[in-house]
T-cell receptor, first 117, second 112 residues
Framework: ETGVTQTPRHLVMGMTNKKSLKCEQHLGHNAMYWYKQSAKKPLELMFVYNFKEQTENNSVPSRFSPECPNSSHLFLHLHTLQPEDSALYLC????????????????FGDGTRLSIL | KQEVTQIPAALSVPEGENLVLNCSFTDSAIYNLQWFRQDPGKGLTSLLLIQSSQREQTSGRLNASLDKSSGRSTLYIAASQPGDSATYLCAASNTGFQKLVFGTGTRLLVSP
């Protein structure tokens, strides 16, 4: 099993559709993340979950709804998206320790390429 | 607000050359700085992570340095190979050590 798996790899949807992105990590980590990567723009952090609890929402519109049922799985529910939401959505995980432990690297999946018609 | 800049945006070199990629950040109060590699259509692979108390990290042909006072980090790639062709991203972590702020990357092409 690869470390972080994202499905589907590609998704095309209309603006009125509802779909979900799935992320699963097999690394035993306790923190998971959603990022958005748009063309010509830096990666943007969207959400952070620690021990299944959301600890960061980076002012993301409510049409994106994350869900973290356990430390290994993370979903991003999509509803009534806009054309500007077309992007590569990346999931990552890491082991969150005490801040004195220093930071552990985040491990990324290959992403879901989302296209909004 | 932290801003991360990477120069150059693209770089093309012949195989065997040593090269340096640059990353600058505006807020020096960082917890760490990470370098990633991204291949086309793929996610990110962590290459090196430098804690704020460290000056450099090395892994194989890669060496990353950190100078917080000047707000700079460099990634040195020795004896470049065609397989090194990818986009290289740096990311700084400060406001909350899990929050990474990314640069837009340097797209590297190493030709045989």
């Amino acid at each position: 099993e690869t470390g972080v798996t994202q499905t589907p790899r590609h998704l095309v949807m209309g603006m009125t559709n509802k779909k979900s992105l799935k992320c699963e990590q097999h690394l035993g980590h306790n923190a998971m993340y959603w990022y958005k990567q748009s063309a010509k723009k830096p990666l943007e952090l969207m959400f952070v979950y620690n021990f299944k609890e959301q600890t960061e929402n980076n002012s993301v519109p409510s049409r994106f709804s994350p869900e973290c049922p356990n430390s290994s799985h993370l979903f991003l529910h999509l509803h009534t998206l806009q054309p500007e939401d077309s992007a590569l959505y990346l999931c990552a995980s890491s082991q969150r320790g005490d801040i004195r432990d220093g930071n552990q690297p985040q491990h990324f999946g290959d992403g879901t390429r989302l296209s909004i018609l | 607000k932290q801003e991360v800049t990477q120069i150059p945006a693209a770089l093309s070199v012949p195989e065997g050359e040593n090269l340096v990629l640059n990353c600058s950040f505006t807020d020096s109060a960082i917890y760490n700085l990470q370098w990633f590699r991204q291949d086309p259509g793929k996610g990110l692979t962590s290459l090196l992570l430098i804690q704020s108390s460290q000056r450099e990290q090395t892994s194989g042909r890669l060496n990353a340095s950190l100078d917080k006072s000047s707000g700079r980090s460099t990634l040195y790639i020795a004896a470049s190979q065609p397989g090194d062709s990818a986009t290289y991203l740096c990311a700084a972590s400060n406001t909350g050590f899990q929050k990474l702020v990314f640069g837009t990357g340097t797209r590297l092409l190493v030709s045989p």
